[in-house]
């Protein structure tokens, strides 16, 4: 009780805390640069990843084309009259604008926010063109937003409108076909070769005759509009739409010709239906979670499909499009987490130097406060006082700056940094000051030096071997869980504190690697002196026990070691990154440029590919027949795959001349397939639908099936996942001739060549595609963070370099000038002084890259960057060895450059004090 009332709080000695910080200003200053600078990284990092996320969301749903449409679909009031016949509903109209509001109340006023004005779509079954050919379909749509439909200008004839009076009126089930008046466009018109007043030959599936009218031929106001995406036939004719080979076209109804579109079809062939289009810009990071649990609890209470009620059906992928954006953006978030983690464990190890070179300025000024009376709390007190201050000021100038450059600022990375920055000294100087007053002498028993060694390196395998244990963890944690959420409800997944571990992972593996080299060290610099003991050049023997005799300093290899192994680290991940994107690139185009061509311009395909491969700078040209969502069969289910039908040996030498990886099945296309009358086939399905020997069907429209058989797995074509590839000749052979719609050209003049072609097409250019990659939000952001933590780790190192020569110079030019006294030359004391220096850099020059090569190898499968890169497996890693070897020559360069200034720096000292410095 007595003892604890004579305790007393610190009493820091004011004039002695600003004397040190007046002597100390420059390495207080340099100690507060480094915080600021990692304080800045560290806080606008986050908040700029935030708004990327934001900007990644909005570019992921415009990608994704009409995937995240929100669509419901509703069944019609039965229209049965009473003398057992079908009744006209004049007001057809308004049903379907109640049935667009109804559906807009459902959505709920997060999800409504979210999306644009609905736009109702009522269309009519898919009938044949009987004019001679058996691939043009037909189909009337109406098309009605709270604005009313899409404006068009009638440059013939004029709207559809009723067939008869614009009233009730109830007519037979089996009487003759029921007229319906349509528009078409000029490019549907031209087409077919019609006018307004013609009537249009179609049969149903049944073949029984339909009675479409065209009443007039329109021109859209804007084509641009988004109605227009839901019909895209109303616009002009669409290849494939219904099949392989076939060609869409489309009449306009009205809301006066709708009751009449009804009638002429069976009562439940008419389907009506309301899509919402998500806005990209009314998107966020924050809300993408709560709109996806919506549509996913709106389509969990839709009507059955089988129900031909009015209730309500919804269908969307928008949930699915928004969870796969915020994956990308929590890798994207883990990644730059772990480069952060890299750059704060390199700026905990420089602070933790530069607290060591402070403590070595002060520790004779700390021995002699202590030997005047000084009680190490009131030390320490000071001590801390004057680092809390200046971490504490560092930081928040760095924050302030991170504020100005993002929208927001995170504090939490700079914790370690403000804890490294506030402890590590005066922990230092609080051990340097006991050490300068403690009384402890050395003992003379031999045995108990031993047991204070063997206790000292107990103490250090200990501390090696949790570091061990902790890399080992943090590896085996990052490649069985990864970084990625395991839960996708909530906000659990965000980066929570299961994930500490395994970012850890570099950083801690640099840090064994580190210390493996930190043991190895010294080793080689005894045997470098052992050699050096035995030749005639005292110069090297001078150099060699100079070397072994700091070999043992832990901090300045593990700065040196750790800034280089993580600076190759960054480097490596962006020129993965950069790759991954660049292949990317060409998984998607397929070439150097692509030419989607329209259904007017396919007949002359095979001309276009001519004039195409005539062009200059043009290598390869190849054709095929493209179509998405194919209608394939196998085994009585129906599937939706990318058909592809081309010359298998031309896209063979296509795939050979390109990036992407080689497809050596294809010659079995050529071969004869493996049963009578089967056609060979490659497929690819990502749920392992299609699978190498199943039996496919494709179906044709009044002839029988093509039997395929697929003898291979097919080669990725535009990035699609499910995809069928057969010989165009081999088909042709089975009934069924190819309508080329798609051109890929290679070679540096390719760009020029299809932007020239002169056809109506879209032009995909893999410059273009590989540019828009470049400029997303997420790829963009990670690059940049790459580069500017390879940047800064580089230059942590330099300034490691600096701080441990700076730490061991009194101490080695003491001895240099000594030996000056003896007869040593001044330019041989620097080469002495260099002998010094180099082992640990040169160390660090070389296994520093090599190490963060190892680590790449072994960390950049679990970091899933080919949710970034758009690739189908994740990218290998690129060394860029040119830059590593830029890292090594900067650090043998800077050391280089540190012997001459510090020589130049020691000529002011006198031989005379240094010889009396020891007395």
């Not at 709109?291 to 209470?301: M, Y």
């Given at each position: 009780?007595?003892?604890?009332?004579t305790?007393?709080w610190?009493?820091?000695?004011?004039p002695?805390?600003r004397?040190?910080?007046r002597a100390?200003?420059?390495?207080?200053?340099?100690?507060?640069?480094?915080?600021?600078?990692?304080?800045?990284?560290a806080?606008?990092?986050?908040a700029?990843?935030r708004?990327?996320?934001?900007?990644?969301?909005?570019?992921t749903?415009r990608?994704?084309?009409?995937?995240?449409?929100?669509l419901?679909?509703?069944?019609?009031?039965?229209?049965?009259?009473?003398?057992?016949?079908?009744?006209?509903?004049?007001?057809?109209?308004?049903d379907?604008?109640?049935?667009?509001?109804?559906?807009a109340?459902?959505?709920?006023?997060?999800?409504?926010?979210a999306l644009l004005?609905?736009?109702?779509?009522?269309?009519?079954?898919?009938?044949g063109?009987?004019?001679?050919?058996?691939?043009?379909?037909f189909?009337?749509?109406?098309?009605?937003?709270?604005?009313g439909?899409?404006?068009?200008?009638?440059?013939?004839?004029?709207?559809?409108?009723?067939?008869?009076?614009?009233?009730a009126?109830?007519?037979p089930?089996?009487?003759?076909p029921?007229?319906?008046?349509?528009?078409?466009?000029?490019?549907?018109a031209?087409?077919l070769?019609?006018?307004?007043?013609?009537?249009?030959?179609?049969?149903?599936?049944?073949?029984?005759?339909?009675?479409?009218r065209?009443?007039?031929?329109?021109r859209?106001?804007?084509?641009?509009?988004?109605?227009?995406?839901?019909?895209?036939?109303?616009?002009?004719?669409v290849?494939?739409?219904?099949?392989v080979?076939?060609t869409?076209?489309?009449?306009l109804?009205?809301r006066?010709?709708?009751?009449?579109?009804?009638?002429?079809v069976?009562?439940?062939?008419?389907r009506?239906?309301?899509?919402?289009a998500?806005?990209?810009?009314?998107?966020?990071?924050?809300?993408a979670a709560?709109?996806?649990?919506?549509?996913?609890?709106?389509?969990?209470?839709s009507?059955?499909?089988?129900?031909?009620?009015?209730?309500?059906?919804?269908?969307?992928?928008?949930?699915?499009?928004?969870?796969?954006?915020?994956?990308?953006?929590i890798?994207?978030s883990?990644?730059?987490a772990?480069l952060?983690?890299?750059?704060?464990?390199?700026t905990?190890?420089?602070?933790?130097?530069?607290?060591?070179?402070?403590?070595?300025?002060?520790?004779?000024?700390?021995?002699?406060?202590?030997?005047?009376?000084?009680?190490?709390?009131?030390?320490?007190?000071?001590?801390?006082?004057?680092?809390?201050v200046?971490?504490?000021?560092?930081?928040?100038?760095?924050?302030?700056?991170?504020?100005?450059?993002?929208?927001?600022?995170?504090?939490?990375?700079?914790?370690p940094?403000v804890l490294?920055?506030?402890?590590?000294?005066?922990?230092?100087?609080?051990?340097a000051?006991?050490?300068?007053?403690?009384d402890?002498?050395?003992?003379?028993?031999?045995?108990?030096?031993?047991?204070?060694?063997?206790?000292?390196?107990l103490?250090?395998?200990?501390l090696?071997?949790?570091?061990?244990?902790?890399a080992?963890?943090a590896?085996?944690?990052?490649h069985?869980?990864?970084?990625l959420p395991?839960a996708?409800?909530?906000?659990?997944?965000?980066l929570?504190?299961?994930?500490v571990?395994?970012?850890?992972?570099?950083?801690?593996g640099?840090?064994?690697?580190?210390?493996?080299?930190?043991?190895?060290?010294?080793?080689?610099?005894r045997l470098?002196?052992?050699?050096?003991?035995?030749?005639?050049?005292?110069l090297?023997?001078f150099?060699?026990?100079?070397?072994?005799?700091?070999a043992?300093?832990?901090?300045?290899?593990?700065?040196?070691?750790?800034?280089?192994?993580?600076?190759?680290?960054?480097?490596?991940?962006?020129a993965?990154?950069?790759?991954?994107?660049?292949?990317?690139?060409?998984?998607t185009?397929?070439?150097?440029?692509?030419?989607?061509l329209?259904?007017?311009?396919?007949a002359?395909?095979?001309a276009?590919a001519?004039?195409?491969?005539?062009a200059?700078?043009?290598?390869?040209?190849?054709?095929a027949?493209?179509?998405?969502?194919?209608?394939?069969?196998a085994?009585?289910?129906?599937?939706?795959?990318?058909?592809?039908i081309?010359?298998?040996?031309?896209?063979?030498?296509?795939?050979?001349?390109?990036?992407?990886p080689?497809?050596?099945?294809l010659?079995?296309?050529?071969?004869?397939?493996?049963?009578?009358?089967?056609?060979?086939?490659?497929?690819?399905?990502?749920?392992?639908?299609?699978?190498?020997?199943?039996?496919?069907?494709?179906?044709?429209?009044?002839?029988?099936?093509i039997?395929l058989?697929?003898?291979?797995?097919?080669?990725?074509?535009?990035?699609?996942s499910d995809?069928v590839?057969v010989?165009?000749?081999?088909?042709?052979?089975?009934?069924?001739?190819a309508?080329?719609?798609?051109?890929?050209?290679t070679g540096p003049?390719?760009?020029?060549?299809?932007?020239?072609?002169g056809?109506?097409?879209?032009v995909?250019l893999?410059?273009?595609v590989?540019?828009?990659?470049?400029?997303?939000?997420?790829?963009a952001?990670?690059?940049?963070?790459?580069?500017?933590s390879a940047?800064?780790?580089?230059?942590?190192?330099?300034l490691?370099?600096?701080?441990?020569a700076?730490?061991?110079?009194?101490?080695?030019?003491?001895?240099?000038?000594?030996?000056r006294?003896?007869?040593?030359?001044?330019?041989?004391?620097?080469w002495?002084?260099?002998?010094?220096?180099?082992p640990?850099?040169?160390?660090?020059?070389?296994?520093?890259?090599?190490?963060?090569?190892?680590?790449a190898?072994?960390?950049?499968?679990?970091?899933d960057?080919?949710?970034?890169?758009?690739q189908?497996?994740?990218?290998?890693?690129?060394l860029?060895?040119?830059?590593?070897?830029?890292?090594?020559?900067?650090?043998?360069?800077?050391?280089?450059?540190v012997v001459?200034?510090?020589?130049?720096?020691?000529?002011?000292?006198?031989?005379?004090?240094?010889?009396r410095?020891?007395?």
């Open positions: 009780m007595i003892r604890w009332l305790r007393r610190p009493a820091p000695h004011w002695s805390v004397g040190r910080a100390d200003a420059g390495p207080l200053l340099l100690t507060a640069a480094v915080i600021a600078a990692v304080a800045l990284l806080g606008a990092v986050p700029l990843l708004a990327a996320a934001d900007d990644a969301v909005q570019d749903v990608r994704a084309g009409d995937d995240p449409d929100v419901v679909y509703a069944g019609w009031e039965r229209d049965d009259g009473l003398n057992g016949g079908r009744v006209r509903t004049p007001r057809l109209a308004e379907v604008d109640d049935f667009r509001g109804r559906a109340d459902t959505l709920g006023p997060d999800l409504d926010a004005p609905p736009v109702a779509v009522v269309d009519g079954p898919v009938l063109i009987t004019d001679g050919s058996v691939l043009r379909t189909r009337f749509t109406y098309l009605a937003a709270d604005t439909g899409p404006d068009v200008t009638w440059i013939a004839g004029s709207a559809p409108g009723p067939a008869g009076p614009d009233e009126v109830e007519i089930y089996h009487g003759p029921w007229p319906v008046q349509v528009g078409l466009s000029e490019a549907d031209a087409a070769n019609l006018g307004p007043g013609d009537r249009i030959p179609v049969k149903d599936g049944q073949g029984r005759d339909k009675d479409v065209i009443s007039g031929i329109y859209p106001t804007d084509s641009a509009d988004p109605a227009w995406s839901l019909a895209p036939a109303l616009l002009r004719p290849p494939g739409a219904d099949g080979g076939t869409r076209f489309a009449g109804l009205s006066e010709s709708l009751p009449d579109a009804r009638l002429a069976d009562e439940d062939q008419l009506r239906s309301v899509r919402f998500p806005d990209p810009g009314a998107l966020s990071w924050d809300t709560a709109l996806a649990g919506t549509v996913v609890e709106l389509k969990a209470t009507g059955s499909s089988s129900d031909r009620d009015q209730s309500l059906k919804w269908e969307s992928r928008l949930d699915t499009v928004l969870r796969d954006a915020r994956t990308q953006v890798a994207a883990a990644q730059a772990v952060l983690a890299g750059v704060l464990t390199a905990v190890l420089v602070l933790l130097l530069a607290a060591d070179l402070l403590v070595r300025r002060r520790t004779p000024a700390l021995g002699a406060a202590r030997h005047r009376g000084a009680a190490l709390p009131d030390l320490g007190a000071e001590l801390l006082i004057e680092s809390v200046l971490t504490l000021s560092a930081a928040a100038a760095g924050l302030a700056l991170a504020r100005a450059a993002a929208a927001g600022v995170s504090w939490s990375w700079t914790v940094v490294a920055g506030a402890v590590a000294g005066p922990a230092f100087g609080t051990l000051a006991a050490r300068a007053s403690r402890r002498r050395q003992p003379a028993n031999r045995a108990a030096r031993r047991w204070i060694r063997g206790t000292a390196q103490r250090r395998t200990a090696e071997a949790a570091v061990l244990i902790a080992v963890a590896f085996v944690a990052l069985q869980r990864g970084l395991t996708h409800d909530g906000d659990t997944d965000e929570t504190g299961d994930l571990l395994p970012m850890s992972a570099l950083a801690l640099i840090l064994v690697g580190a210390l493996v080299l930190l043991r190895l060290l010294p080793l080689g610099v470098w002196l052992r050699q050096a003991l035995r030749s005639r050049r005292p090297a023997v150099g060699a026990a100079r070397a072994a005799a700091t043992g300093r832990a901090l300045p290899l593990l700065v040196l070691v750790s800034a280089t192994a993580l600076a190759s680290f960054a480097l490596i991940l962006g993965t990154v950069a790759r991954g994107l660049d292949d990317g690139a060409w998984r185009v397929g070439a150097d440029a692509r030419l989607d329209g259904a007017e311009a396919t002359s395909t095979p276009l001519e004039r195409i491969a005539a200059p700078g043009v290598g390869q040209v190849v054709v027949q493209v179509t998405d969502s194919a209608r394939i069969f085994d009585s289910t129906a599937l939706a795959p990318r058909l592809v081309v010359d298998a040996a031309a896209f063979q030498r296509l795939l050979a001349a390109t990036p992407l080689d497809a050596p099945a010659a079995r296309l050529t071969a004869p397939g493996p049963g009578p009358g089967d056609v060979p086939a490659l497929v690819r399905s990502s749920d392992g639908s299609l699978r190498t020997g199943t039996r496919l069907q494709l179906p044709r429209d009044g002839a029988p099936a039997r058989a697929a003898v291979g797995t097919a080669p990725s074509v535009g990035g699609a995809i590839i010989d165009a000749a081999a088909l042709a052979d089975a009934g069924l001739s309508v080329p719609n798609t051109v890929w050209v003049g390719a760009a020029r060549a299809v932007s020239n072609s056809v109506a097409a879209d995909v893999r410059a273009d590989l540019r828009a990659q470049r400029a997303a939000p997420l790829s952001g990670l690059l940049r963070l790459a580069w500017a940047a800064v780790l580089l230059a942590l190192g330099l490691g370099l600096t701080l441990a700076a730490a061991g110079a009194s101490e080695r030019w003491q001895t240099l000038t000594r030996l006294t003896l007869g040593l030359r001044p330019r041989d004391a620097r002495v002084a260099a002998g010094e220096l180099l640990p850099v040169v160390v660090a020059a070389v296994c520093g890259p090599l190490l963060g090569a190892l680590l190898h072994l960390t950049l499968g679990p970091l960057l080919r949710l970034l890169t758009g189908a497996a994740d990218p290998a890693a690129v860029p060895w040119w830059m590593l070897g830029l890292v090594g020559v900067a650090l043998l360069a800077a050391a280089a450059t001459p200034v510090e020589s130049a720096l020691q000529r002011r000292d006198r031989l005379g004090e240094v010889l410095a020891g007395e």
